[in-house]
């Protein structure tokens, strides 16, 4: 298993397409842009058989560090939002009915990693 950047993606994604590496440039950087508008709005974004898209609030929690009965420090964190990827279903089972294939690859990737 290789990590695909955005170059790639784009050369591919211009194959694939049949156009140019300039225009599939726009197509990929365009759809970015649209999907952070949309998470900056609040709104949550479906690409059917692949995942949902979404930001969640993550409220404030108290803390407390113990060391047996005594307590050393408390303090609250800060609210924060992140993004949640939530795969679909059509993912999980092409992933699930793929398995043997991907941790085949896996695992060839880990022993080429320890004979360099």
């Known amino acids: 298993m290789s990590t695909i950047k955005r170059k790639e993606l784009i050369h591919e ?3 694939l397409g049949n156009m140019s590496d300039e225009e599939a440039v726009v197509a ?11 998470l ?3 709104d949550r974004i479906i690409v059917p058989g692949l995942c949902t898209v ?7 929690k108290k803390v407390t560090t113990a060391f047996g009965k005594k307590r050393l420090n408390s303090y609250t ?3 924060r939002v992140s ?9 999980t ?8 294939q991907l941790l085949a690859n ?10 360099h």
Do not use: C, M, W
């Open 13 to 15: 994604v211009a194959q």
């Open 28 to 38: 990929v950087n365009s759809l970015i842009t649209v999907i952070r508008d949309h």
């Open 40 to 42: 900056l709005i609040g």
């Open 54 to 60: 979404e930001t969640a609030l993550r409220l404030p």
């Open 77 to 79: 964190l800060k609210k």
């Open 83 to 91: 993004a949640r990827i939530i795969p679909t279903t059509a993912l």
């Open 93 to 100: 089972t092409f992933l699930a009915n793929h398995q043997e």
């Open 106 to 115: 896996y695992n060839e990737e880990l022993e080429s990693d320890e004979e």
